[in-house]
């Protein structure tokens, strides 16, 4: 055991070292004035216990546990005194000492003193280690989510998660319940006017079914990127493929579902493998195959017309608790009047608990009608977009505040990207930035339109500078202390989306009652 | 934009409207970075994220910032953020 003694008398120190050492114990160190025994325990807070006299030259036990106490907080803390005042031991108790010692001990009552923090420290230092252990393994979780995060989404390179085109604006969700999600999602343009999607859910929980789902995104990943590279994507043989290969990687008694689309014009040809039905604006399309197993089935492509609104989802939203049902009722009551996806998640939220991990899209037509209430053409330099967004910030229009904060991001950006070409911007400090010279090029210019209808407020935004990186903007959202611009205009907005080569951007802000 | 300072104290009284106020408000923000303690009070409901950025950078540089928010969609936003565990953030 390690004990440390303060007493200003050196013969009890003398004394009580000896009767330490004689019952056993090999590290006992003495101290007869306080500032050297503080100046030790700072630099020794393993020490087993602590013995303090009371009476002191310059002050008292009481003071010194104050210091004492900042510096071993675990020690076993004995205050020793010859003072029999039960006033005394009372407050000793109190301040945070463990027991007191009247000086005149016997042999045994210091065995037995010494036997009681032995068995008391040998708990304490398991529970200090349980501690410590279980601090080090928060920071391996926290450190390897990190990791499966970047590394999910590096894998799921999710293209249409906020897209749009001339007629339709496409936009994901997937929020896993765990680190490992049996759920994947992999969307793709495959050429103009030609969309693929495929939802995928393991079945089970854990790393067997994020194996497999990640293995079976993988091949779809990869079989479409060689066919676009060879022009010849065929969406039956891509199907067809795709079972054989789930077939070969599942173990016996393991299923997956996933539900695979192409979109293509006005049509929409669907596989959907046990997964929840596909809704509609005007049907619901159950699913037209069993999930996939090692044994085989038939296989069923259908195809329908492509409605106004689509939703395609993993049955995690679908099953969570819903009153006493499943939010899949609730769904099929609000879908009519949902426009935009997060008008889904918010009311999941509120009224449903994830039980399972969620992915889903939403692909509607792009026919919003509104009427504009601004409008405005900047040709691009500080200037100019200063004197726009004082222009803005003083009209009278629905909304100009949360307008003006996701036009001053979108401008930022603009301006830092496009006309002082800073391609990293975390490298570059303020004043570097503040020395940069813009490019001055009166061809680059951005058109800004506002909208408004019954429901909402439309943000239309296009520039003719080479685009935003649209990834590495998605990938920022998902970072802890990144991306906050989008991250801003996500909150603020019920719909964000961009095209394809990053140029035009369109937003979408509810009218409040 | 009107910003009045005093001390650790700073009042944003109006709108960081333009790109240039934001300049103004971050080469403030710089002039304050041996300050133990920051205090601003936000009386409009604009904060850019170039500003948020600049108050993190403080922050990791052992500078506290307490943030009193005037208007409730800004807190909310500060708090979509996840900046109420960065800063020390209240709503007036």
Redesign the interface.
Known sequence: MKIAVLDDSKTFLKYFKNLLSNLGNNQIYTFAHEHKFYEFIKNNNDIDAVFIDYHLQNTDGFEILKNTKKYLQDSYKIIITSDSSPQIKEKALKIGFDTFLPKNFSSADIQALINLVKTLRKFIKKEIEEKESFKQLLKYKEYQEKIIHQKQNKIMKNELEMYFDEKHLFETYFKPKDLLTGDTIYTKKITKDSYFIGIIDAMGKGLGASLTSFNALAFLKHSIKKAIEYNDFNYRKLVYDFYNYVQTILLENEILCATLVLIEEDTMHYANFGNPPILTSDKILYTNNFPIRISSEQINIDKTNLDEKVFIASDGIFESKYKKSIYYKRLKEIFPSISFLKEIIEDFEKNSLQSDDICCILISKNNLHFQTIFEDEIYLNKKNIDLFLKKLYIKNIPLVEQIHLILHEILTNTYEYGILNIKNKEKLTFNEKFKKKEIINHKFFAKIKIGINENWVNIEYTDNLKGFDVQKIKDAYYKKYHGKGIKIIKHLSYGLFFNENGTAIKIFLKVKS | MNVEIEGNVININS?I????D??KF?QIL?SKENEPHLIINIKS??????I???L?RLNDKGVAISLNIYDN?LY??LK???LTNKFKIRMV
């Open positions: 709108p409207v333009t790109l240039s934001v300049d971050i710089k409901f604009s904060l850019p994220s170039s948020i950025g600049e993190l969609t909310e936003l979509a953020l996840q």
